[in-house]
């Protein structure tokens, strides 16, 4: 059935869909731009969070490089936005060393508890993996891959690198509005398990905006790795704690489990889309995806004034539903399971895939659609022009609900997202890292630096990778524009039963889509709704060799700022 959910009235209809993203009475700039780009020649740091912006640009000024500002600017945004992100999730990075001239790949995930079969779920008649409580929870990859990054690419002593988010755990931060609003629903949830409240809230509640907020336990924790480093988080006082706690809440993780991790350092993959190559971590992360819908999408060409047609939201629908289809079918840990990535990027596969789309009608195709999580996205360039791409989450917001005592951060729930149908890609096991969401992204031109850019947001996270891309290759824009322009997405997928095709998903669009593409949507057979806040939030750099100058940009959907010198 065509349908436009929430919207009644079609006079409300016409004019909402006709109404601009953004400010249009600006003397300058592009169309969608809520701001100018912002431009610096020795650094730039573009966050979720101002304070956390500020904490990595300090860094830089100090003499500190990418990748020391990255860590610190993660650190604080642990503290600062705990709805999205902190020490008991995992960590992905891409790093640009300007002295080898090359990009490397980090993947920080955790694996699941060695103690914890299928069986137990099977036995316990579980149709999937619950998203709360200790059964979800692997273990945290963050901190190790702090220390790797530091390890190889660090200048700056850890102590001082953390000692600015110690000091705001200790004398407090003022909470921003769209964190508070994020904090107050997270409460509501998490709210029953132990230890949540004493951690998270004031006095009972949670902050609300300008709130002066404290986390001592944080602090100490942050004072631990500072002195002890990463062996007493999994081989220490810390470990002891979680394993305890976890395994009093009926929990399988072990001290074995923690001794047991690593951080893997891995090749980042590239497909070419128009002269840039797009990079993209390996599986066990989602970034082929946004990939594979690239290749699919270069074979049709768009004029600069398509941004926003049907022809436009259409083409990029289908080559996602397409990738999404090998997303569920190829993507899990490689340690388990042999990836044929070749094929999955080739420009053969790709025409192979593209031929499928019909351009004047949507098409069922079916896959396995994970839900949405928060998380936080930074991107930091240095005065030596290293560069660093960094992702880093707890999944479904503040993560599974588990609040070791006297640690002051949530353990992450990314084990949920493992399937328990045999013979699955990504089916649990022991010792196995999940399928996951969160995806940082670097762009090459002429074999140099041009963008590291991110774009939160769970299932949305390719789809936002290809819009930003075509944004600034296929429609010219400028940085700041490419983020803040309108946004669509597509969730759900298609099933074919008997004869008949049984569409379950849908377009949602945000302000700004033309009300005249959202008609042209219905009748190619795409249900379309209006979604606000399903689209992440988006920061990137850009290198201007021929000024040597970065650019910056961080978009108006959230708290975040992006900040030069």
Same mark, same amino acid.
């Not at 945290?140 to 790797?148: I, K, R």
């Not at 397409?322 to 388990?336: C, N, W």
């Not at 149908?421 to 940082?440: D, M, Q």
């Not at 290759?473 to 997928?493: C, K, V, Y």
């Given at each position: 059935?065509?349908?436009?959910?929430?919207? !009644?009235?079609?006079?409300?209809?016409?004019?909402?869909?006709?109404?601009?993203?953004?400010?249009?009475?600006?003397?300058?700039?592009?169309?969608?731009?809520?701001?100018?780009?912002?431009?610096?020649?020795?650094? /730039?740091?573009?966050? !979720?969070?101002?304070?956390?912006?500020?904490?990595?640009?300090?860094?830089?000024?100090?003499?500190?490089?990418?990748?020391?500002? +990255?860590?610190?600017?993660?650190?604080?945004?642990?503290? /600062?936005?705990?709805? $999205?992100?902190?020490?008991?999730?995992?960590?992905?990075?891409?790093?640009?060393?300007?002295?080898?001239?090359?990009?490397?790949?980090?993947?920080?995930?955790?694996?699941?508890?060695?103690?914890?079969?299928?069986?137990?779920?099977?036995?316990?008649?579980?149709?999937?993996?619950? +998203?709360?409580?200790?059964?979800?929870?692997?273990?945290?990859?963050?901190?190790?891959?702090?220390? *790797?990054?530091?390890?190889?690419?660090?200048?700056?002593?850890?102590?001082?690198?953390?000692?600015?988010?110690?000091?705001?755990?200790?004398?407090?931060?003022?909470?921003? *509005?769209?964190?508070?609003?994020?904090?107050?629903?997270?409460?509501?949830?998490?709210?029953?398990?132990?230890?949540?409240?004493?951690?998270?809230?004031?006095?009972?509640?949670?902050?609300?905006?300008?709130?002066?907020?404290?986390?001592?336990?944080?602090?100490?924790?942050?004072?631990?790795?500072?002195?002890?480093?990463?062996?007493?988080?999994?081989?220490?006082?810390?470990?002891?704690?979680?394993?305890?706690?976890?395994?009093?809440?009926?929990?399988?993780?072990?001290?074995?489990?923690?001794?047991?991790?690593?951080?893997?350092?891995?090749?980042?993959?590239?497909?070419?889309?128009?002269?840039?190559?797009?990079?993209?971590?390996?599986?066990?992360?989602?970034?082929?995806?946004?990939?594979?819908?690239?290749?699919?999408?270069?074979?049709?060409?768009?004029?600069?004034?398509?941004?926003?047609?049907?022809?436009?939201?259409?083409?990029?629908?289908?080559?996602?539903?397409?990738?999404? *289809?090998?997303?569920? #079918?190829?993507?899990?840990?490689?340690?388990?399971?042999?990836?044929?990535?070749?094929?999955?990027?080739?420009?053969?596969?790709?025409?192979?895939?593209?031929?499928?789309?019909?351009?004047?009608?949507?098409?069922?195709?079916?896959?396995?659609?994970?839900?949405? !999580?928060?998380?936080?996205?930074?991107?930091? +360039?240095?005065?030596? $022009?290293?560069?660093?791409?960094?992702?880093?989450?707890?999944?479904?917001?503040?993560?599974?609900? /588990?609040?070791?005592?006297?640690? $002051?951060?949530?353990?992450?729930?990314?084990?949920?997202?493992?399937?328990?149908?045999?013979?699955?890609?990504?089916?649990?096991?022991?010792?196995?890292?999940?399928?996951?969401?969160?995806?940082? +992204?670097?762009?090459?031109?002429?074999?140099?630096?041009?963008?590291?850019?991110?774009?939160?947001?769970?299932?949305?996270?390719?789809?936002?990778?290809?819009?930003?891309? /075509?944004?600034?290759?296929?429609?010219?824009?400028?940085?700041?524009?490419?983020?803040?322009?309108? #946004?669509?997405?597509?969730? $759900?997928?298609?099933?074919?039963?008997?004869?008949?095709?049984?569409?379950?998903?849908?377009?949602?669009?945000?302000?700004?889509?033309?009300?005249?593409?959202?008609?042209?949507?219905?009748?190619?057979?795409?249900?379309?709704?209006?979604?606000?806040?399903?689209?992440?939030?988006?920061?990137?750099?850009?290198?201007?060799?021929?000024?040597?100058?970065?650019?910056?940009?961080?978009? !108006?959907?959230?708290?975040?700022?992006?900040?030069?010198?």
């Amino acid at each position: 059935m065509q349908y436009i959910k929430n919207l !009644s009235l079609p006079i409300i209809f016409i004019l909402f869909f006709s109404l601009p993203l953004t400010g249009q009475d600006r003397i300058t700039g592009h169309n969608y731009a809520t701001r100018s780009e912002i431009i610096g020649k020795k650094g /730039m740091v573009a966050t !979720s969070h101002p304070l956390a912006t500020q904490i990595g640009l300090d860094i830089l000024k100090q003499g500190g490089n990418a990748v020391d500002a +990255a860590i610190a600017a993660n650190a604080a945004l642990g503290l /600062m936005e705990p709805t $999205g992100s902190g020490i008991g999730g995992d960590l992905f990075a891409l790093v640009w060393d300007a002295e080898s001239n090359n990009l490397y790949g980090i993947n920080g995930s955790g694996r699941s508890p060695q103690l914890l079969t299928i069986d137990y779920f099977l036995s316990n008649r579980m149709e999937k993996i619950p +998203a709360f409580g200790p059964l979800p929870v692997t273990v945290p990859g963050c901190v190790d891959a702090w220390f *790797e990054l530091h390890d190889r690419f660090g200048t700056t002593p850890m102590s001082k690198i953390l000692e600015p988010s110690i000091q705001y755990a200790e004398e407090g931060f003022p909470v921003t *509005e769209l964190i508070s609003h994020y904090w107050t629903l997270s409460l509501k949830r998490y709210q029953p398990y132990p230890n949540v409240m004493e951690t998270y809230s004031i006095n009972g509640k949670a902050p609300q905006k300008g709130d002066l907020f404290k986390n001592p336990d944080l602090a100490n924790t942050y004072k631990l790795l500072a002195k002890n480093g990463k062996k007493a988080f999994y081989n220490g006082p810390i470990t002891k704690t979680i394993v305890n706690f976890i395994q009093g809440q009926g929990g399988f993780l072990s001290e074995e489990d923690f001794a047991l991790h690593k951080t893997d350092w891995t090749k980042p993959v590239s497909i070419d889309y128009r002269g840039h190559k797009i990079w993209e971590l390996p599986p066990n992360g989602q970034g082929i995806t946004a990939q594979i819908m690239l290749n699919i999408l270069e074979g049709f060409q768009f004029s600069q004034n398509e941004f926003g047609t049907a022809r436009h939201l259409h083409l990029v629908t289908e080559a996602k539903k397409l990738a999404f *289809e090998d997303r569920a #079918r190829f993507i899990g840990d490689p340690d388990f399971y042999n990836i044929p990535l070749d094929k999955l990027l080739s420009k053969e596969y790709a025409a192979q895939r593209r031929a499928l789309i019909d351009t004047s009608s949507a098409q069922a195709f079916t896959y396995e659609a994970p839900n949405l !999580s928060e998380t936080i996205y930074l991107t930091v +360039a240095d005065q030596w $022009g290293n560069m660093v791409s960094l992702i880093q989450s707890n999944y479904r917001g503040m993560g599974s609900g /588990m609040v070791p005592p006297g640690l $002051g951060f949530m353990l992450q729930n990314r084990g949920e997202l493992f399937s328990l149908a045999p013979g699955a890609v990504n089916e649990y096991a022991p010792g196995k890292r999940p399928f996951h969401t969160i995806i940082p +992204a670097f762009v090459t031109k002429d074999n140099k630096p041009w963008l590291s850019f991110g774009v939160m947001g769970g299932d949305f996270q390719p789809q936002g990778h290809v819009q930003i891309i /075509m944004n600034l290759i296929d429609f010219n824009m400028n940085l700041q524009e490419a983020g803040d322009a309108p #946004r669509f997405s597509h969730t $759900g997928g298609s099933s074919l039963t008997g004869q008949q095709i049984k569409t379950t998903g849908q377009i949602h669009v945000e302000s700004g889509i033309p009300y005249e593409t959202v008609r042209t949507l219905l009748q190619l057979g795409h249900p379309v709704s209006f979604d606000l806040g399903g689209y992440g939030g988006f920061q990137g750099i850009m290198y201007d060799h021929q000024r040597g100058i970065y650019i910056g940009a961080s978009e !108006s959907r959230k708290d975040g700022q992006a900040a030069g010198y």
